[in-house]
């Protein structure tokens, strides 16, 4: 129940495209959803977060849309630049409880 | 945004030694630090949850005396690796719980331990 999933586990996309990483849950007790974003060598960064009484959030080119009846929320990025390649690593929270992530998708946008 | 910086960023080690590293909160005081571990290409899985001034929760499976953790103030943790191996090769992380109510959780960048 402490779970998330996420897919695909690797993803190319041609530049200018919309990159779409999808993950779901089980514990509707999770209140806070981070995506991060992680280069090779380096530690995870955050990307954008959202709470569940919003259906959507949007910073620059990233959206996260929110599902709560699904138990399932999603990463776009837009206008993907080759910049963009990278991992990444959606999580959930409950409280002040501990991350926990997903697989991880790795983001591979061509050129 | 809050910045955690980690040290070293790369260590080798021969097996049998004891390494530490080091992970602080520049900006902010963290009352909680989390160490990860992470394998190429996997998630990060949750070592132990580090609390300033009593004893790091470690989750199943991690070996308390091999992996020290001290958490002695608010803006420093240090996860020591005893007597290392070659299996416990990895890239270790550590993160910082930010103040305030978001939340946020702020990661250092990552120390890469290598067990010849």
């Known amino acids: 129940q402490q779970q998330v999933k996420q897919s695909p586990q690797s993803l190319i996309v041609q530049k200018g495209g919309i990159s779409i990483i999808n993950c779901a849950y089980e514990?509707?007790?999770?209140?806070?959803f981070p995506w991060y974003q992680q280069f090779p060598g380096k530690g995870p960064a955050l990307l954008i977060a959202?709470?569940?009484?919003?259906s959507e959030k949007k910073e620059g080119r990233f959206t996260i849309s929110f599902n709560k009846s699904a138990k399932q929320f999603s990463l776009h990025i837009m206008d993907s630049q080759p910049g963009d390649s990278a991992t990444y690593f959606c999580a959930a929270r409950e409280g002040a409880q501990k991350l926990v992530f997903g697989q991880g998708t790795r983001l591979t946008i061509n050129p | 945004g809050a910045v955690v910086s980690q040290h070293p960023s790369r260590v080798i080690c021969k097996s049998g030694t004891s390494v530490k590293i080091e992970c602080r909160s520049l900006d902010f005081q963290a009352t909680t630090m989390f160490w990860y571990r992470q394998f190429p290409k996997q998630s990060l899985m949750l070592m132990a949850t580090?609390?300033?001034?009593?004893?790091?929760?470690?989750e199943q499976g991690v070996e308390k005396d091999k992996f020290l953790i001290n958490h002695a103030s608010l803006t420093l943790s240090t996860l020591t690796v005893t007597s290392a191996h070659p299996e416990d090769s990895s890239f270790y992380i550590c993160?910082?719980?930010?103040?305030?109510?978001?939340?946020?959780?702020?990661f250092g960048e990552g120390s890469r331990l290598t067990v010849l």
């Open positions: 959202i709470r569940p009484d919003v």
């Open positions: 993160s910082a719980l930010g103040g305030g109510n978001s939340g946020e959780l702020f």
């Open positions: 514990n509707t007790a999770f209140d806070y």
């Open positions: 580090s609390n300033e001034g009593s004893k790091a929760t470690y």
